[in-house]
């Protein structure tokens, strides 16, 4: 195989292994090749006749590694063209655009669209990423201390966050949607609830209908959010969420006896990284 050298090389691995066995002070050895007492010296005191890499040692990049990291994972699951994927993450990361979200892309080997994944990319189409399914779960209690898991699921790429409170109230509905709100790598355009009394006052107003007033209906509203509720007792409607708190609870407190909240809350983040890490697809 021919040997590469850097585009201004003086030398070849001939003449460095000359210099390098050579007795000849420098000055012979460079008159000899017609290159400076430096080149020469440079070469004595090296162990090998390879160029080194003129490549950085750190790359600097716009974009942290879990920007890079998180544009990768909704690339996986969703396989959106490259133009749908920078509207869509943009909302959280400003940073984000047409040439860095490529090169992220790439880096990752995953700028083109897999025969197999062009059918998919066609279905998330009938729904942009931005459409949140959340609903509240119970967990066991622990010390006395009840425990509840509020989730929230994309309904196009199926990424999902869930985090653990005590009580089941709506300012910690308020809290969550600020979190989802930081997490999810999109603009949240609607959220799709049960009736729970942490989401709405449907059933203490008159017509069963919500005054606006309730504070989970306040921050959607905030927020430009169009929040929607599930028809009375059909739990069906909110399907994807209901399957997503069943594939938590199989691979967690299923299978596992916490002593604690934070053995409880630990096991339960490292599920969701595992998640995230693997581009796993839930629901």
Known sequence: MPQGYHTNATTNLHSREIIQQSSLSNTELAERFRINEKTVSKWKNRDHLEDKSSRPHTIKRSLTDIEREVIRVVRTLTWIELDDLVDSVQASIPKANRSNVYRTLRDFGVNRVPEEKKEQAKKFKE?????????????????????????????????????????????????????????????????????GAEFTDRFTCKKNKPSGNHLFDIACINGHIDHRLTAPATPKTNGMVERVNGTIKNATIKVLTYKDETELKADLDKFLCTTILTGGMVA
Request: aromatic share 22%; charged share 20%.
């Open 127 to 195: 729904y942009e990423p931005g459409y949140l399914h959340i609903d509240v779960t119970y967990l066991p209690k622990l010390e006395g201390i009840k425990y509840y898991l509020y989730v929230a699921i994309d309904r196009a790429t199926r990424l999902m966050f869930f985090k653990v409170y005590t009580n089941k109230t709506a300012d910690n509905a308020v809290t969550f949607l600020d979190y989802c709100k930081s997490y999810f790598p999109f603009y949240i355009s609607h959220v799709l609830t049960d009736n």
